[in-house]
């Protein structure tokens, strides 16, 4: 089985989330194969569970919203949204910064705000060693409660679209904020200049039911991959125990916040770095200190298998050789940066559905 996506010319946002509303899922393939003006990147799927786990539940939706559609269920779509962490360096990092105090002040002087962001949470926009950990930590956790909230006034009824389509994007751009600023910043020129692109791609469908993982499923986890991995998306809002040991979140540790991966959705992440065996076991050694100093096993029982680091590993690419993200950049991104389509396929380019 292959995974393709199709890029075209376009804008793309890198401080919040993307949403396309094409119905491109309507077409064929090879129409979407085809199409002028645009680059293709292709993955081959493995044959691990989980993964075909993912290609049985990405036919069941897309098939549901097809037929519903072709039914006469015109609302019965569904959008697909990307969110793309591009290089970090000081202009864009500082640029990033700026973006999450005017979002600050604009919720809370926003008339159908229903909660304030305190000042002091602002972060740093001319010092760019001043990280503000904590800072970056509690929006997180704003981020999280806030998105409840938000799911649950949608439920009731008690916001109106426009308004809560307003609060979504200003939430998930705190969230990609957050994460862009957390990762470490290494000073010194060829960190810089290096060029890094993270792309979590997703489609939210009108769903009957979750698909909740079970304990099988997470046997694969690891982060150990080639160039060019396709990865199965978190797919969780907030933080698993994993990432919490990255960013020195304990305090979610406390608050019994850790999120980890639970349910599948046919959703998917690419960053074009390779990680070896080596790298992981080194990783694992920091993960392992970090459960000890601050006595984890206390808090949570990390011997159920939810609590395997790493995350699940879909495929590798096979239509480009890119060694770094640099070169996806140059090939791809450089001339047709906005996701036009995404489809899986057989062996042979051919629908599946």
């Known amino acids: 089985m292959r995974y393709h996506i199709v890029y075209e010319p376009g804008?793309?946002?890198?401080?919040?989330?993307?949403?396309?509303?094409?119905?491109?899922?309507?077409?064929?393939?090879?129409?979407?194969?085809?199409?002028?003006?645009?680059?293709?990147?292709?993955?081959?799927?493995?044959?691990l569970p989980l993964t075909l786990k993912f290609i049985d539940l990405y036919k069941e939706r897309m098939t549901q919203v097809i037929r519903k559609h072709k039914l006469g269920y015109r609302d019965y779509n569904f959008n697909f949204i990307y969110d793309v962490y591009q290089s970090r360096n000081e202009k864009t990092i500082l640029a990033s910064r700026i973006e999450m105090n005017n979002i600050i002040d604009f919720l809370n002087n926003y008339e159908h705000s229903w909660f304030t962001i305190p000042q002091e949470l602002k972060l740093n926009e001319a010092d760019i060693d001043d990280?503000?950990?904590?800072?970056?930590?509690?929006?997180?956790?704003?981020?999280?409660?806030e998105m409840e909230v938000l799911q649950s006034k949608l439920n009731e009824g008690s916001i109106e679209y426009e308004v809560s389509d307003l609060f979504w994007h200003k939430l998930q751009s705190i969230n990609l904020i957050v994460h862009f600023?957390?990762?470490?910043?290494?000073?010194?020129?060829?960190?810089?200049?290096?060029?890094?692109?993270?792309?979590?791609?997703?489609f939210d469908v009108p769903k009957e039911e979750d698909f909740l993982l079970t304990p099988e499923d997470y046997k694969y986890f690891t982060l150990v991959r080639p160039e060019g991995s396709l990865t199965l998306d978190f797919?969780?809002?907030?933080?698993?125990?994993?990432?919490?040991?990255?960013?020195?979140?304990?305090?979610?540790?406390?608050?019994?916040?850790?999120?980890?991966?639970?349910?599948?959705?046919?959703?998917?992440?690419?960053d074009w770095f390779p990680c070896s065996e080596k790298e992981w076991d080194d990783q694992m050694v920091l993960y392992n200190d970090w459960i000890e100093e601050n006595n984890v096993a206390d808090?949570?029982?990390?011997?159920?298998?939810?609590?395997?680091?790493?995350?699940?590993?879909?495929?590798?690419?096979?239509?480009?050789?890119?060694?770094?993200?640099?070169?996806?950049?140059?090939?791809?991104?450089?001339?047709?940066?906005?996701?036009?389509?995404?489809?899986?396929?057989?062996?042979?380019?051919?629908?599946?559905?």
């Open 235 to 270: 797919g969780t809002v907030g933080k698993d125990l994993f990432t919490c040991s990255v960013t020195d979140d304990i305090e979610l540790v406390h608050k019994d916040m850790v999120s980890q991966q639970f349910e599948l959705n046919p959703w998917v992440q690419f």
């Open 181 to 202: 600023n957390e990762k470490t910043f290494v000073q010194d020129d060829e960190a810089d200049d290096r060029t890094t692109y993270f792309t979590s791609l997703k």
């Open 299 to 353: 808090y949570l029982d990390l011997s159920q298998p939810k609590f395997n680091p790493g995350r699940h590993q879909l495929g590798h690419c096979i239509s480009h050789d890119f060694s770094h993200p640099e070169e996806f950049v140059d090939t791809i991104i450089s001339q047709t940066p906005k996701i036009n389509s995404f489809f899986i396929t057989d062996d042979d380019n051919q629908n599946i559905l």
């Open 11 to 47: 804008f793309v946002n890198y401080t919040g989330s993307n949403v396309g509303k094409d119905k491109f899922w309507l077409k064929d393939p090879t129409e979407l194969l085809t199409q002028p003006n645009t680059n293709v990147v292709t993955w081959e799927l493995n044959n």
């Open 131 to 145: 990280q503000r950990i904590k800072n970056l930590n509690e929006l997180h956790d704003i981020f999280e409660t």
